[in-house]
Structures are given as structure tokens and as C-alpha cells.
């Protein structure tokens, strides 16, 4: 036992003895994936062998970081390190979460464009690490000899395409806007005016869309891409040319011959197609408690060994200058030909007004791409949500007279519960009180810190106003602007009501689809002479087994317009396919099919359940007296029904309601954001709406009371029912 102990004591000693020596470890956040997460993973481990300091990593959703960053930094739970690109640099700088490494970074070492596009007042914040752009990838065995204008391009596309095989001349992703500037800067576009704001309605823009709609018209490029479709057609040498940028090489099957070219010249305007020159940085968060060692990893993740590690593995244009004299580099085509290409680059501004044009330009592309506005039109659609969306900051108010009516409030409740007791005490008045509150204080202690604390933290949000780190007060202003639709008419998808129509309508149609499906094939499945009864109950729980995000993206692809299974099928029975996500129905279709599909088997079950819990000597009574099968199933098997299937009901009302995953991923609130419901849109106004969470936070609270409403008309019809 002494033995033993002494063991212990020398462990805990060299325990102790080890901590001392070894250096506190840094945390580094990054976005990347495949080839870039590994080299940035060697990098890191490069650093730890030369300097003794552990690096953690962890690998956050590109577009869920920048929201986790500004929430994470200000309380000191964020990273030392964090790597994302230039766009949102003036962004963390007004949240005062990056440190400036001026005196640290030699700009000698790099690209000029990339060291100016982490400069600030006089200050640089971050180390570059990559410059990123887009470029033309054209298949090395179609025989194809690069395009210098959009006119030869037009030529190769009819040349190379073949509609009804599913080939095209070009495949890119139309509808997101980083992929379309370059075609709008090359019809002399511009994206900011001379005060700096956004501009949408310019004729350059009204061109840019035509020529691109005019592509998809003629079948020369794909409808509804995605990356993966991009990577898939090219893969498979159903897509002559590509347009992407240099994560793109490592997507490219091995054996696949390829090269990479600059953009082609706007033959209408003698412009080149000018994509965004992103940049990006190793930044050294303002709250870190190891300034020196943070800098240290920053700057030797930009540099050296670590620079050829991400060239190697990532595929990435190094930003330092001294990368292009390693012989490996120099002989990499990929590196060359990228380097070339940004030299016509457009530099991505990194002004906030930058980060408010995204999701307005997003809707233009997409309302002209799936057919429900024309070019003409939409760009004034982009500009009433570019003002939809970047709402006035509400003026300040001060929160003196809501602390008084709370604290009048508590007198009131504790002078109310004196009262009550007439002077007696608590022990005296409840004398088991002590004894219930030991029982229940596990399932309390939960619901307090799980529900009461965040409810209470997002009831107080809601009440503020948050602008890049700052919070002002602004009282009821947030809710006043949503229920007086402020900036956009009550029938417009944005509006409050006009989502709370959608919310119900949705969650009306797939719980009767739920209750009507689940309750006939728990009928059915209740048949005795049924054959494989067993077997049948497992196939039709499965919908309910596989994770509704898994559910939601399989349906997604079936309902692609060109190569989803649903449209296939209708092109078999001589039916046009369907572009579900074009209009409001199909859209709405879409997202009822493939929820209804997750939610039968539920009913199936409790209803399976609750009918094998009726006696068959009143099925038989009612034979015996002559009821139809009608009249029994609406006399006895509907009543008996009722107790379980009403809360089953309720439970699923709140579920659908609610349903995020499935609005988010099968349509994603097209067209227009009008399939979107009141969870959904409180989630785009708090992360994808320059961070507006007291907004978001009061569009919850709205969310609450109409659930509450919910449940006093639910307890209303259990309570009778019980009765």
C-alpha cells in the first residue's frame, strides 16, 4: 500500500514536472478541407517540432467561421489563430478582434496586391498566405484551343455541347455571385458607386445576365449547378470547360487532362472578364494570451517550408514571393498558370458594404437563371433587398425605465407572496418543501441552465440592436419593424406575415399528410392475413431511422431539374420536367414531399400501437349489429384513437413548425426566400445578414408566442378530450 502510494506521488510529481516544461498550446481555426486541411494540419506540425508549442486545429464550415469567430473572439473562447480570406478583414477590425502585425511582416516577402489587401489606416493585420482567383479549366482531349473572347467561346460551347446526352460546352456556378462578377466586370460593370454603395440597377448588369440566361437557354451550360455537379461533369468529360479556381485541381480525377487559362475577353466591350483576386490570411486574434507565439505561427505558416507544404497538398497560389523560386514550384503549371490569371484579377474589396451585396445579387442570379424575373427586372429586385435587408440601425434608447418596471415588478411578486402567507414562513407554509425540492433540483438545475438562461438571454437580445461587436438598446424597435413590415410590403417573402402564412400552411399540410398516411398503413400493417407483415414495418420505419439532413439532401438531388431521379421518371411518362425551385408551388411541393416522407412513419408507429390496444370484440359486435367498415372505423376505431393520436398530433405540429433542415436544404427558401418559415428566417437574419442577432433574436421571441398560443389551444382540446 506504501509502495503504491509512493508510485503515485512520483506520477502526479512527473505529472506536474511535465506541464511546467511543456509550453502552452495555441488554437488555430481554419476553413479548409481535402488537400488544404492536410497541408495546413503538416504545417502545424512542422511548428510544434521546431518550436516545442502544441497548434490544435479545428476545422469549422467556411460559411458558419466568420460567425463563429465574432461571437467566439469577444469572449475570449476563440482562437489565437484564425485563417479566412480578406472580405470581412474591415469587419473584425471594427470588432477589434485581429492584431495588427505592422513591425512583424517584412512586405517585401510577398505579392504587393496581397499585402495591400490586408492594409487598414496605415496598419497590416494578417499574414497572406494565398491569393485565389477564378479561371478557365478546359479538357486536354477534346482538342480544344482556349478561347480569347466570349465570341470564340460561344463558337467551342455549340461545338462541344449536346443536350440531349447531357453535355456542355461549360459548367459553373451561375447563381452564385462570385462566379458572375468577372462576366459583369467584363461588360464594364461596376459594383460600387462613387460614394462606395452597392449598385444594382446599371445596364452593364442588365447585359451580364442576358448573356449568361442566353447560355442556359440554348442548353450550352447546365441549369441548377452545384460544385459537385461542376466536379461530376467535368470528371466524367461531360463538360468541355470549367470555370473555377485553384481548390478545382484537386477535385480533378487522376489521369484527367487538363489545362488553365485566363478568362476570355467581352467581345461587346473589348473588357476582360476581371474575376475577384481573394486573398487569404493568417490573422492573430486581438484576445490571445500569447501574442508572440501566435505571431510566430502566423508568419511561419506564410513562409518557407510551409508555403511549399500548401502549394504540394492544398494546390494553393502562394502569396510569398520567394515560394516561386523552389524548383517544385517553379515546375508546377498550376501555380504558373494561376499566377498569370491574377494578374487581370479585380482585387475583392474588403469594405463591410462588400459583405451586404452577396445575398441581393444571389437572389438576381437565381429569380433570372430559373426563369421567374428577366434580366431587366432584376436587378431592381436586388436593390429593393439590398434595402430590405440592410435595415437603419434603430435609434437608441435608454434602458433606465425597463430596470425600474422590473424592479417595481419583483416588489410587487415578493410583496404579493408576503401577502399570501400572512406572515407565516416558508418552512412553516410548505413544510415537505424541502424534502420535493431535493427530488426535483437535478431536472430543475437542467431545465434552468438549458432553457430559463437562454431564454432569458434571447429575450434580452431581442431587445438590442448589434452592428460589427456593438450592442445598443433599442427597446421594442426590433419588434416594431417586423410586425409593421419596415422596408418591404406585407405580401414580399421578408415580411413577418407573409412567412407566418407559409410557416402554418406548411406545417398544416404535412401534419394531415403525416396523419393520413401513417394511419392507413398502420391499417393496413394491423391486417392479420397480411403476408411479411414483419418485414414491411422495417422497410417503412426506415425514412424515420436515417437523420433528416441525410433524408433532405438525397431528395435535394431527386428533385434536380435536369438530373434528379423525379424528372427522369416524368420524362419517361412523356411529361416536360418539372424546375421545381422556379415557382412558389413546386418549390413549397418539394419541401412537403420530402418532408412527409420523414414524418409518416411516426403516425404509422403510435397509431400501429394505439389500434392493437382495441379490443376486437367491438369490431365483432358491430358486424353483428351491421356496421359498415365505415361506420366502425368512424364510430370505434376513430375515438379510441383520439388519446393517442391527439398529443402525437401536437408533438408534430411543434416538430414541423420548426423543421429547419428540410426548408434549408431541399429548396433553400427559393424562389425568392418565399418557401422560407419563421425559424429559417430568423436563422439567415442572425448569420447570413451582416450578423443582425437582435433581430433574429426578436423574430425567436415571436416564434415563442405564437407556439404559446399554440399550446393554450392544444391544452384547451386535451383537456377536453380528458374530460
Not at 469549422?60 to 467561421?65: M, T
Not at 412523356?574 to 412558389?584: D, L, M, N
Request: glycine share 8%.
Amino acid at each position: 500500500m506504501t509502495r503504491a502510494l509512493a508510485v503515485l506521488v512520483l506520477a502526479l510529481v512527473g505529472i506536474g514536472c511535465g506541464n511546467e516544461a511543456r509550453r502552452p498550446g495555441l488554437r488555430l481555426w481554419h476553413g479548409y478541407r481535402g488537400g488544404e486541411e492536410q497541408a495546413i494540419e503538416q504545417a502545424a506540425k512542422a511548428f510544434t517540432a521546431l518550436t516545442g508549442t502544441e497548434v490544435e486545429l479545428l476545422a469549422v464550415p467556411y460559411d458558419a467561421l466568420s460567425s463563429k469567430l465574432t461571437s467566439a473572439i469577444p469572449h475570449e473562447a476563440g482562437p489565437d489563430v484564425f485563417i479566412f480570406a480578406t472580405e470581412r478583414l474591415r469587419q473584425f477590425h471594427r470588432m477589434k478582434i485581429v492584431a495588427p502585425a505592422t513591425g512583424r511582416l517584412d512586405r517585401t516577402k510577398y505579392l504587393q496586391p496581397s499585402v495591400g489587401a490586408l492594409e487598414l489606416g496605415g496598419e497590416i493585420y494578417g499574414y497572406p498566405l494565398a491569393i485565389k482567383c477564378l479561371a478557365l479549366f478546359v479538357r486536354g482531349d477534346r482538342g480544344i484551343a482556349a478561347p480569347t473572347t466570349t465570341d470564340e467561346l460561344e463558337a467551342l460551347l455549340v461545338k462541344h455541347s449536346a443536350p440531349g446526352k447531357n453535355e456542355f460546352g461549360i459548367a459553373y456556378e451561375a447563381s452564385d455571385f462570385y462566379f458572375h462578377a468577372p462576366i459583369l466586370f467584363g461588360f464594364g460593370g461596376e459594383l460600387f458607386d462613387a460614394n462606395g454603395h452597392a449598385q444594382f440597377s446599371t445596364p452593364a448588369m442588365t447585359r451580364s445576365l442576358t448573356w449568361v440566361k442566353s447560355l442556359q437557354d440554348r442548353r450550352l451550360m447546365p441549369q441548377e449547378v452545384s460544385g459537385a455537379l461542376v466536379k461530376t461533369l467535368f470528371n466524367e468529360n461531360r463538360a468541355a470547360m470549367v470555370i473555377s479556381g485553384p481548390w478545382f485541381t484537386g477535385e480533378i480525377n487522376e489521369g484527367v487532362p487538363y489545362s488553365i487559362h485566363p478568362l476570355p475577353i467581352v467581345s461587346e466591350t473589348g473588357l476582360p472578364m476581371a474575376p475577384f483576386l481573394g486573398v487569404e490570411a493568417a490573422y492573430v486574434s486581438s484576445r490571445t494570451t500569447q501574442p508572440d507565439a501566435a505571431h510566430a505561427l502566423a508568419k511561419f505558416l506564410s513562409l518557407g517550408d510551409a508555403t511549399v507544404t500548401r502549394v504540394k497538398l492544398g494546390r494553393q497560389i502562394p502569396a510569398e514571393l520567394a515560394a516561386y523560386e523552389n524548383e517544385a514550384v517553379a515546375k508546377d503549371q498550376v501555380v504558373s498558370a494561376f499566377r498569370a490569371v491574377a494578374e487581370r484579377a479585380t482585387p475583392m474589396p474588403n469594405s463591410l458594404e462588400m459583405t451586404r451585396v452577396w445575398e441581393p445579387m444571389k437572389l438576381a442570379l437565381r429569380a433570372v437563371l430559373q426563369g421567374g424575373a428577366s434580366p431587366s427586372e432584376a436587378s431592381p429586385l436586388a436593390e429593393r433587398k439590398y434595402r430590405a435587408l440592410n435595415r437603419e440601425t434603430p435609434p437608441e434608447t435608454t434602458p433606465v425605465p425597463w430596470i425600474v418596471a422590473l424592479v417595481i415588478a419583483f416588489i410587487t411578486f415578493v410583496g404579493w407572496q408576503v401577502r399570501e402567507g400572512r406572515g407565516q414562513s416558508f418552512a412553516r407554509r410548505f413544510p415537505e418543501a424541502g424534502r420535493g425540492l431535493l427530488y426535483v433540483a437535478p431536472a430543475a438545475t437542467g431545465l434552468f441552465v438549458l432553457v430559463v438562461i437562454p431564454f432569458v438571454i434571447g429575450l434580452s437580445l431581442s431587445l438590442f440592436h448589434h452592428d460589427a461587436g456593438d450592442y445598443t438598446f433599442v427597446g421594442f424597435a426590433n419588434f416594431s419593424d417586423i410586425l409593421t413590415s419596415k422596408g418591404y410590403r406585407i405580401t414580399e417573402p421578408l415580411s413577418f406575415y407573409f412567412t407566418l402564412v407559409v410557416t402554418l400552411l406548411w406545417t398544416l399540410a404535412n401534419v394531415v399528410l403525416h396523419v393520413s398516411i401513417g394511419l392507413f398503413l398502420a391499417i393496413l400493417l394491423k391486417e392479420p392475413l397480411l403476408k411479411l407483415r414483419g418485414v414491411y414495418r422495417v422497410l417503412l420505419i426506415v425514412p424515420w431511422a436515417v437523420p433528416n439532413y441525410i433524408t433532405a439532401l438525397m431528395w435535394k438531388g431527386m428533385f434536380h431539374q435536369q438530373f434528379g431521379a423525379i424528372n427522369a421518371i416524368l420524362g419517361h411518362l412523356g411529361i416536360e420536367p418539372v424546375s421545381w425551385f422556379t415557382q412558389w408551388s413546386t418549390s413549397f411541393a418539394a419541401n412537403v414531399i420530402t418532408n412527409t416522407w420523414l414524418g409518416f412513419p411516426f403516425m404509422m408507429v403510435v397509431s400501429l400501437g394505439a389500434l392493437q390496444s382495441i379490443p376486437t370484440d367491438l369490431y365483432e359486435a358491430a358486424e353483428v349489429d351491421g356496421a359498415s367498415k365505415w361506420t366502425q372505423f368512424r364510430r370505434i376505431t376513430l375515438p379510441l384513437l383520439k388519446p393517442a393520436l391527439l398529443p402525437a398530433i401536437i408533438l408534430g405540429s411543434v416538430w414541423t413548425f420548426n423543421m429547419f433542415n428540410i426548408i434549408y436544404l431541399v429548396s433553400g427558401g427559393e424562389p425568392g426566400g418565399g418557401t422560407d418559415i419563421l425559424v429559417s428566417e430568423a436563422f439567415r437574419w442572425a448569420f447570413q445578414r451582416n450578423e443582425q442577432y437582435g433581430f433574429a433574436a426578436a423574430y425567436s421571441v415571436l416564434i415563442f408566442c405564437v407556439l404559446f398560443a399554440w399550446s393554450q389551444v392544444t391544452k384547451r382540446l386535451s383537456g377536453q378530450e380528458s374530460t
